[in-house]
């Protein structure tokens, strides 16, 4: 016997790491050091701040991966993957430097999961972080043939002094949400139930969402919003916290930047939910309340401003093709989220 025999490919390995390679490279910042293929992926930190603040983050795609696999799509879930990482560095002001992905499979694919390599890399790219290495896992057995999941890791930096730890929110700021562009990666098993359970298919075209399939609206990338906001900081915008709106929508997500004593008033109707999630709701018969509990429903980031900066701040990312709407305030309280009517 060998390892093939077995359902380990050590070629098709080599094939994969050939393919990608450019992909990796296409990602690197000045930091980088050493090249692919080492046992380690090699980062010099960069000059200029006083009391550097390393930040790190982790996470996965979910089960978004399913509809993926189902569709033969593979592409844009590794944007999703980046993006859950460096969305959540983010938060606390930091800068991404680097990302390192794990991807498991079943069989080794060379194309396929070169196609969701080349979404890391765009993810990267779009942040401005370096894939600086990750590990392939072929696990016959464990998945089946065509199979795979993902997760991330990413580090970022942060000056000190700059770090956002909930501390600068002060009451009557203003919450800040950016536009989501669609479901992102959280919610995935409630909305692959709904299509099941009510026989929907990823190719049907319903109504509301404009002549576009549920696949494609449903695979549509989680933003990242990196560089428009650490723009926006390093442009002088004061912003006093921030927010990843992911698993558990924003009555989960959105105090989590909060310090102790306050809590946050949130309107529905102060910004466009995407026809997706009315889908979701109306199909799936999912009430208002569970909504907000599962997905963003539009909203996939907050930032918290005081209020002198909210025209500055809304034209700011106005700029940057990101729609951003004020949706609530920050108010006296035990650390909830307020949904009004």
Not at 86 to 104: I, R
Not at 161 to 167: A, F, I, M, V
Not at 195 to 222: C, K, M, N, Y
Request: with cysteine.
């Amino acid at each position: 016997m060998d390892y093939r025999e077995a359902g380990v490919d050590v070629e098709a390995g080599r094939a994969f790491v050939d393919k990608i390679r450019n992909l990796v490279q296409s990602t690197h910042r000045p930091e980088v050091l050493g090249g692919l293929g080492g046992f380690s992926g090699w980062f010099q930190l960069p000059g200029g701040l006083q009391e550097p603040i390393l930040v790190s983050g982790t996470d996965g795609v979910g089960t978004k991966l399913k509809i993926a696999q189902e569709l033969n799509l593979h592409n844009t879930v590794g944007i999703d993957l980046v993006a859950m990482c460096v969305n959540d560095v983010l938060t606390c002001g930091a800068e991404p430097l680097f990302f390192l992905d794990y991807l498991a499979t079943g069989k080794l694919e060379p194309e396929q999961l070169a196609q969701v390599v080349e979404g890391i890399s765009v993810g990267c790219r779009s942040a401005g972080c370096a894939l600086l290495g990750g590990e392939t896992a072929e696990m016959p057995g464990f998945y089946s043939a065509g199979e795979y999941d993902l997760a991330g890791f990413c580090v970022g930096i942060v000056e000190k002094s700059l770090l956002l730890d909930g501390s600068q929110v002060l009451l009557g700021d203003v919450a800040i949400g950016l536009a989501s562009q669609g479901v992102h990666s959280n919610g995935f098993s409630l909305v692959r139930k709904i299509i099941r359970d009510r026989h929907f298919s990823w190719s049907d075209r319903p109504p509301q969402l404009a002549g576009q399939t549920l696949g494609e609206v449903l695979l549509t990338p989680t933003q990242i919003y990196v560089k428009p906001v650490l723009a926006a900081l390093q442009g002088g915008l004061k912003i006093h916290g921030m927010a990843h709106i992911t698993g558990g929508g924003l009555p989960e997500n959105l105090p989590r930047c909060l310090p102790p004593g306050m809590s946050i008033q949130i309107r529905p109707e102060s910004w466009v939910i995407p026809p997706i999630f009315h889908w979701l709701a109306e199909t799936g018969e999912v009430n208002r309340e569970a909504m907000f509990n599962t997905f963003n429903m539009g909203i996939g980031f907050v930032v918290i401003v005081p209020p002198s900066e909210v025209d500055r701040t809304i034209e700011w990312f106005d700029t940057k093709n990101i729609a951003a709407y004020r949706i609530g305030e920050v108010i006296a309280g035990n650390g909830e989220l307020l949904l009004g009517q």
